[in-house]
Nanobody
Framework: QVQLVESGGGLVQPGGSLRLSCAAS????????MRWYRQVPGLQRELVAQIVLGGDAYYVDAVKGRFTISRDNAKNTVYLQMNSLKPEDTAVYYC???????????????WGQGTQVTVSP
């Protein structure tokens, strides 16, 4: 089994910064994709950023130039550095990992428990 533990959320003023972390533990062979989603009550969960094994990253337009996704493969951890935060970034942020338990096994997806980010004066 795999456990994902998120950390780093909190309350920050507009223009401030936060760094989210999501660490995976378990018998993992490889993590192919790492993603951060966010969700506001009453709305669908939104993909914010993704990074694949080779390091290529994708960002939703709303966070380009402000957020940076990175990964530490040795620690099975993904990070989201969030700068110049705006009130509209307020949401619960979830990590999502796609991984392999063995080299030629099936892909499996796991979600973190979510961490609240609140941007307010």
């Amino acid at each position: 089994q795999v456990q994902l533990v998120e950390s780093g959320g909190g309350l920050v003023q507009p223009g401030g910064s936060l760094r989210l972390s999501c660490a995976a533990s378990g018998s993992i062979y490889s993590i192919t994709s790492m993603r951060w989603y966010r969700q506001v009550p009453g709305l669908q969960r939104e993909l914010v950023a993704q990074i694949v094994l080779g390091g290529d990253a994708y960002y939703v337009d709303a966070v380009k130039g402000r957020f940076t996704i990175s990964r530490d493969n040795a620690k099975n951890t993904v990070y989201l550095q969030m700068n110049s935060l705006k009130p509209e970034d307020t949401a619960v942020y979830y990590c999502n990992l796609t991984l392999l338990f063995e080299q030629y096994g099936p892909l499996a997806a796991y979600w973190g428990q979510g961490t609240q980010v609140t941007v307010s004066p």
